[in-house]
């Protein structure tokens, strides 16, 4: 099993249209796949057509301890299972903020219910925050996928990502690494695009060998500005099932693939983390 957070602390980087089409590009190739949404404002869950309203069980139930990830989790499209969040999970970082071990919460939750013996992947739509839900995701999980626009400030904003990805590694979870960043929103017309990927690409192999992002990949895939991806979250769909021919769809596809053959390479799955520094 591997699992995988989504995680970029900036807004409208395609950070959830991310997590929902490339769970649902796994789950079309036949891989049984969780989406857990850590954001508060809920649209990996409305995306996938939930509507988690009050008195529903979410994530923050999970956390609060008043229910299981099996009580939470709703079955959604053959294959792809999601555990929906709403504004009630912005409680959390209240309500952990003196709790002894609260960054690992949701791992604790997760090992309790076996996933390893129900899921090939598990992904976590993450807050664009670097906060406690975020944290938890990070100590939960052995992999890290950054999508990133190709713009001047989403780079520079990456080295705080990086940062806190190494804090996570030191000090909270060893297996943690930085897989790969998906380039997102892409234009290839543009010249920015171009040097930001250059420069990321430079950044990356002139990386120190022990940091946790030392062996991460830009995906081959971009991901290229696409209407029918703005508009598929509106109908409670992924790209497949909104728009199965458009180039959103053709991308994620190809994301899905990347995603798929880095296991394939590895020679086994990755485990789900167990112990704390």
Request: with cysteine; hydrophobic share 45%.
């Amino acid at each position: 099993m591997r699992t995988i957070a989504i995680m970029n602390q900036k807004g409208g980087v395609a950070k959830t249209t991310t997590s929902v089409n490339l769970a649902a590009a796994l789950a079309r190739s036949g891989k049984s796949v969780c989406v857990i949404d850590l954001d508060p404002q809920g649209h990996a869950s409305f995306h996938l057509g939930l509507d988690a309203a009050p008195g529903s069980r979410t994530v923050y139930d999970v956390f609060a301890e008043q229910c299981t990830v099996d009580d939470a989790r709703q079955l959604v499209a053959e294959n792809l299972s999601v555990i929906p969040s709403n504004i009630d999970l912005a409680a959390v970082e209240v309500e952990l903020s003196n709790t002894p071990g609260r960054e690992f919460v949701l791992r604790d939750a997760l090992n309790h219910w076996k996933l390893q013996e129900r899921f090939d992947y598990v992904i976590m739509d993450c807050p664009p925050s670097l906060g406690v839900l975020t944290i938890n995701a990070l100590c939960a999980v052995t992999e890290v996928l950054i999508p990133l626009q190709p713009h001047f400030f989403a780079l520079q904003g990456l080295s705080k990502l990086f940062e806190t990805t190494a804090l996570v590694t030191r000090r909270l979870n060893r297996d943690l690494r930085v897989t790969g960043v998906a380039l997102c929103l892409y234009e290839s017309g543009t010249r920015l695009a171009a040097d930001v990927t250059e420069d990321l690409r430079l950044f990356l192999t002139s990386s120190d060998a022990d940091t946790p992002w030392a062996k991460a990949k830009i995906f081959k895939t971009r991901i290229r500005r696409n209407i029918k991806l703005a508009e598929a979250p509106s109908f409670g769909q992924s790209i497949f099932d909104y728009a199965k021919t458009c180039p959103g769809a053709r991308d994620y596809a190809e994301l899905g693939d990347e995603v798929l053959a880095m296991a394939q390479a590895a020679g086994s799955p990755l485990p789900l983390q167990q112990n704390a520094a």
